[in-house]
C-alpha cells in the first residue's frame, strides 16, 4: 500500500493506493499535480482562474473547457436530485456573509461589516443558458458560480478512477472520499466517522468495496462576522446560513459527488425529514450527529458498518 499526503483546494488530500507496483508508485506521484491543475480552473480565490473570469463576464458568451463543463453538469445535475437545495449559484450569499477570501486566512480575521444577500430576485443555476456543443456558459447578471465541495467530490473520484489503473485506490479531498475497487470484488476500505465533538474520537467506521462517502457538517468551516456566527453551507430557500438540528451528515453513495451532495441536503433539511429524505433513496445510507450530541442513522447503514 502506497500513500500521498498533501494540501489543495484549500483542503488536505490523501491518496492511497492498494498497490505497490512500479505503475502505482508514478501514478500517485502525479496526483498533486492534477489536483493543482483541477484548482487553476475550480477555485473561486484565484484571479487567473477559469472559473473567476468565468464570473467575472456577465451577460457573455464563454467557451470553457472540458474540465470546467463537466463539473457544471454535475452541479447542474445535482441541484435537481437535491430539489434545488444543492446549488452552485450560491456565491454571493456566501461572500454577502464574509467566506470571501481562503478559509486558513478568514478564520485569521473575521470580517466586522454586515452586508445581506439581495434576495429580490433570487437566481438559480436553471436560470444559466448553456450550449452542450460548444460548452459556452451564459451566466445571467447577479449570478455568480461557486462549484465548492462538487468540485472536490467530482476531483476526488478523477483522481481515484485514474489511480485504479494499478489497482485499488482511495481519495479523501478534505472529507469527500472516492473509493475504487475494479479488479478486487472483496475489497473493502474502512472509512472512520469522525465525533464532531471530539475529533480524536470515531464515532464508528464504515466498510466500503466502491463508490463515495462525504461528511458535511456546521463544525469546522465557521467564523465570526461582526459578533455574528457564520458557517459555509446556504440554504438557498432563505439565502442564509442553514439552521439545522445536524451538526454532522454522513452518507455514502455510488459516486463522491453524489454523497457530498446529499450528505448536504441532509443537513439542510434537518433531521426529521433529512433522514426520510435519506431513507427514500436506497443507493444513499447515512449516519446523522445532532447538535445535541445523539446520533441517528438510515436503516441500510448497518450494512456498511
Not at 450560491?90 to 481562503?102: H, I, N, T
Not at 459556452?136 to 449570478?143: E, H, K, S
Not at 466500503?208 to 455574528?228: F, H, I, P, Y
Amino acid at each position: 500500500m502506497l500513500k500521498i499526503k498533501f494540501r489543495a483546494m484549500g483542503s488536505q488530500i490523501e491518496a492511497i493506493t492498494g498497490s505497490e507496483s512500479d505503475q502505482a508508485r508514478e501514478l500517485l506521484g502525479k496526483v498533486p499535480g492534477w489536483f493543482e491543475e483541477w484548482e487553476q480552473v475550480f477555485s473561486r480565490f484565484l484571479p487567473d482562474s477559469e472559473l473567476t473570469q468565468l464570473n467575472l463576464h456577465p451577460e457573455k458568451p464563454v467557451c470553457v473547457s472540458e474540465t470546467l463543463w463537466e463539473v457544471f453538469c454535475s452541479a447542474l445535475e445535482m441541484e435537481k436530485e437535491s430539489g434545488g437545495l444543492v446549488s452552485p449559484a450560491l456565491l454571493k450569499a456566501m461572500l454577502a456573509y464574509g467566506y470571501d477570501r481562503p478559509f486558513e486566512e478568514l478564520a485569521l480575521n473575521s470580517r466586522t461589516s454586515l452586508l445581506e444577500p439581495d434576495i429580490s430576485n433570487p437566481l438559480a443555476a436553471s436560470d444559466i443558458t448553456a450550449d452542450p456543443l460548444t460548452r459556452v456558459i451564459f451566466l445571467p447578471y447577479g449570478l455568480q458560480l461557486d462549484f465548492g465541495g462538487i468540485a472536490k467530490g467530482w476531483a476526488a473520484n478523477k483522481a481515484a478512477e485514474r489511480l485504479s489503473a494499478s489497482g485499488s485506490a482511495m481519495v479523501n479531498a478534505g472529507g469527500d472520499i472516492a473509493i475504487k475497487n475494479p479488479s478486487v470484488k472483496d475489497k473493502k476500505w474502512t472509512v472512520g466517522i469522525v465525533d464532531p465533538f471530539n475529533r480524536e474520537h470515531f464515532l464508528c467506521s464504515l466498510s466500503v468495496g466502491s463508490g463515495g462517502v462525504a461528511t458535511s457538517g456546521r463544525d469546522r468551516r465557521r467564523w465570526l462576522q461582526g459578533n455574528l456566527e457564520r458557517h459555509h453551507i446556504i440554504d438557498p430557500r432563505t439565502f442564509q446560513p442553514a439552521q439545522s438540528d445536524i451538526f454532522t451528515a454522513t452518507v455514502t453513495a455510488p459516486t463522491a459527488v453524489e454523497a457530498e451532495m446529499a450528505a448536504k441536503t441532509a443537513l439542510i433539511l434537518g433531521s426529521r425529514a433529512g433522514l426520510s429524505w435519506l431513507e427514500e433513496k436506497p443507493d444513499f445510507a447515512g449516519y446523522l450527529v445532532l447538535e445535541n450530541g445523539e446520533s441517528i442513522q438510515t436503516s441500510n447503514l448497518k450494512k456498511y458498518l
